[in-house]
């Protein structure tokens, strides 16, 4: 049962456009939230994070939107440029100790985004 | 400014066979991970540790044994190699503390068993 979940496994923008790219979980214990970046042959990258007492935090051209009630996250990225073309992935996890939790993260599967020029 | 490096960066192996995966770290992080990485999917917990002399299992740990002999380092051993086994590895490391902190990857080892 996945636990964090991307439905959409590419998304196609155009240079200058806005990206955005959605992210269910169904833990409700999950209290931090995060985005990583994967370019091909490296390994993920840290690029944002939120934690579940905030609605937003941004940094930059990223932005990340959560709403607990839906169990709904989204990374908006304003203005989408060519570099920014790689896999993102939704990453979650509950406090330590809940319901047998480690803290580890949950991943979920990722979403190839392509930022055409 | 290593941050996690992971060696060796590819490796092919035949059925059977047995080798070691190694990590390293210099930010002097507390918590270290071993992921896998196969087609389709996101990135999966193997095992994990949260101090030197520690380990514990996660998600998919079958058929792998780490160790965490030095805070810097931790080694995931594959006893008999299978090519279910085949995929790409991902060490992170994460900084103990107060809050939430985000895990650091290295770039990963490619690993084929044919």
């Known amino acids: 049962d996945q636990q964090v979940k991307q439905n959409s496994p590419s998304l196609s923008v155009q240079e200058g456009r806005i990206s955005i790219l959605n992210c269910d979980y169904t833990?409700?214990?999950?209290?931090?939230f995060l985005w990583y970046k994967k370019y091909p042959a490296e390994g993920p990258t840290f690029l944002i994070s939120?934690?579940?007492?905030?609605d937003k935090n941004e940094d930059g051209r990223f932005t990340v939107f959560l709403n607990k009630s839906a169990k709904h996250l989204s990374l908006h990225i304003v203005p989408s440029q060519p570099g920014d073309s790689a896999v993102y992935f939704c990453a979650a996890s509950a406090p330590l100790g809940y319901g047998g939790s480690q803290g580890n993260l949950i991943f979920g599967k990722g979403t190839k985004l392509s930022v055409k020029p | 400014n290593a941050g996690v490096t992971q060696t060796p960066k590819f490796r092919v192996l035949k059925t059977g066979q047995s080798m070691t995966l190694l990590c390293a770290q210099d930010?002097?992080?507390?918590?270290m991970y071993w992921y896998r990485q196969d087609p389709g999917m996101g990135l999966r917990l193997i095992h994990y540790?949260?101090?030197?002399?520690?380990?514990a299992k996660g998600e998919v740990p079958d058929g792998y044994n780490v160790s965490r002999l030095k805070k810097q380092n931790f080694l995931l051993g594959l006893e008999s190699a299978a090519p279910s086994q085949t995929s790409v590895y991902f060490c992170a490391s994460k900084a103990a503390g107060r809050g939430n902190q985000p895990q650091h990857f290295g770039d990963g080892t490619r690993l084929s068993i044919l």
């Open positions: 939120i934690s579940s007492i905030k």
């Open positions: 833990n409700s214990m999950f209290d931090y």
């Open positions: 540790s949260v101090g030197e002399g520690t380990t």
């Open positions: 930010m002097n992080h507390e918590y």
